[in-house]
């Protein structure tokens, strides 16, 4: 059973034409499966769909077998599906515990969540243990993105839907970012990654799925796909 199943999605805003297009997606457990794709061509729109922050207007989503399709997204972290957006991710003006505090306030009827989830995501991630006073504000931004990690992960999720983490990042937090991703995943959890970096993307991902213009132009494992070859792609026609 794929851990996260995408059938025929159709989204978009408003009135306006479908952004993602007819999206199929079958992703095994514990895999870490990587979008990406030219600016414009839907990735964040299609993780927001999956995630039920933009409405399906045809198609099904579903997360360990469970069609969450018609589900709002508290109802569909509570089925296992967690979600971090590219900004936003954290309240600033709050402390690194504080954060974590407010991440579960609303799932403690989620099995999983608890005390002894808490004490594996600190454990994950050490320098957030350390530092439970500190504000969320005064974090670098790759810091920023391992609390944002950490408190998606304290609702013991199956599915990790991550847009951008890498977004606006030095180098050297890019990397300490990937080597994240890859400790979720070997914790059982299944990572899906949008991501515009595309090489940091291949070097952790199990697969890569190229987009363009909202739909599945390519669908590899990520260890066949070259940087260098993704131009033709990028910017191929889509009928």
Avoid at 46 to 61: E, N, Y
Avoid at 132 to 139: H, P, Q, S, V
């Amino acid at each position: 059973m794929p851990a996260l199943a995408a059938r025929g999605l159709r989204a978009g805003y408003g009135r306006g034409a479908d952004i993602v297009r007819g999206v199929d997606l079958d992703q095994a457990p514990e895999s870490i499966v990587t979008v990406i794709g030219p600016n414009g061509s839907g990735k964040s729109s299609f993780v927001k769909t999956l995630a039920g922050l933009l409405p399906a207007r045809a198609g099904s989503v579903s997360v360990t077998g469970r069609d969450v399709t018609a589900e709002p997204p508290a109802r569909r972290v509570a089925a296992g599906l967690a979600y971090v957006p590219q900004e936003a991710n954290v309240f600033p003006s709050l402390t690194i515990g504080e954060n974590l505090k407010l991440a579960t306030e609303f799932l403690r009827g989620r099995a999983g969540v608890g005390a002894e989830q808490r004490t594996r995501v600190l454990e994950l991630f050490p320098e957030l243990g350390a530092r439970l006073r500190t504000r969320a504000g005064d974090l670098s931004g790759g810091q920023r993105q391992m609390l944002a990690f950490a408190s998606a992960l304290l609702a013991a999720p199956e599915v990790l839907l991550l847009d951008e983490p890498s977004a606006g990042l030095s180098p050297k937090f890019v990397g300490e970012t990937m080597e994240a991703i890859v400790r979720v995943r070997q914790t059982g959890v299944t990572v899906l990654l949008v991501e515009q970096n595309v090489a940091a993307a291949l070097r952790i991902a199990d697969e890569a799925v190229v987009l363009v213009a909202g739909q599945v132009s390519l669908r590899a494992p990520a260890k066949d796909v070259s940087p260098a070859d993704l131009g033709d792609l990028f910017f191929a026609k889509v009928a």
